[in-house]
Antibody, heavy 118, light 111 residues
Framework: QVQLVQSGAEVKKPGASVKVSCKASGYTFSGYYMHWVRQAPGQGLEWMGRINPNSGGTDYAQKFQGRVTMTRDASISTAYMELSRLGSDDTAVYYC???????????WGQGTLVTVSS | QSALTQPASVSGSPGQSITISCTGTSSDVGNYNLVSWYQQHPGKAPKLMIYEDSKRPSGVSNRFSGSKSGNTASLTISGLQAEDEADYFCCSYAGFSTFWVFGGGTKLAVL
């Protein structure tokens, strides 16, 4: 069965960076985009970007351009999302989610809570 | 401020039907047949319930249906059950450069 397992919760200071991992299993990793979506406490969902695990090509939401980097290691079926220059408004649960082509994300990871606090 | 507008909350009694709206623009909802709906229970990851405006993934109850008219999409849940109580988010493709936008979410209470 399809599974996306994310790394554990993180606590970071303002100005720092965080890197979240997402290990995929149960499907062909290179055949599906991997998206990153975040959800601030009590708020809605916010699309951050996606990576094509086959080519490594990325598309980022304009809001995060210059601050987010999405990478992958196909040899271990794992995608990564690194967000730099963290501020308190980056406190959120970060989800990875896969999709096929132009389809919306279907399977989601369990989420990773990132807390930014001094 | 979310790109797509949803009501903050809706409620219904067991067995009733409810509809949740999702209003976008001619650049997203109205321009592509790519509206999807997600169900999210507290502390859980979102679950895809509807895609491409009105299609149901395998395993999703046929009590859930999607439709669209112009720039507004709708999710209807018929025969409400207690386990339907959750947050519901709409999502739409918005073209190259913006890609995917979400609604702010609607909390469904089954009274």
């Amino acid at each position: 069965q399809v599974q996306l397992v994310q790394s554990g919760a993180e606590v970071k200071k303002p100005g720092a960076s965080v890197k979240v991992s997402c290990k995929a299993s149960g499907y062909t990793f290179s055949g599906y985009y991997m998206h990153w979506v975040r959800q601030a406490p009590g708020q809605g969902l916010e699309w951050m970007g996606r990576i094509n695990p086959n080519s490594g090509g990325t598309d980022y939401a304009q809001k995060f351009q210059g601050r987010v980097t999405m990478t992958r290691d196909a040899s271990i079926s794992t995608a990564y999302m690194e967000l730099s220059r963290l501020g308190s408004d980056d406190t959120a649960v970060y989800y990875c989610a896969r999709s096929s082509g132009s389809s919306p994300p279907d399977y989601w990871g369990q989420g990773t809570l990132v807390t930014v606090s001094s | 401020q979310s790109a797509l507008t949803q009501p903050a909350s809706v409620s219904g009694s067991p067995g009733q039907s409810i509809t949740i709206s999702c209003t976008g623009t001619s650049s997203d909802v109205g321009n592509y047949n790519l509206v999807s709906w997600y169900q999210q229970h507290p502390g859980k990851a979102p679950k895809l319930m509807i895609y491409e405006d009105s299609k149901r993934p395998s395993g999703v109850s046929n009590r859930f249906s999607g439709s669209k008219s112009g720039n507004t999409a709708s999710l209807t849940i018929s025969g409400l059950q207690a386990e339907d109580e959750a947050d519901y988010f709409c999502c739409s493709y918005a073209g190259f450069s913006t890609f995917w936008v979400f609604g702010g979410g609607t909390k469904l209470a089954v009274l």
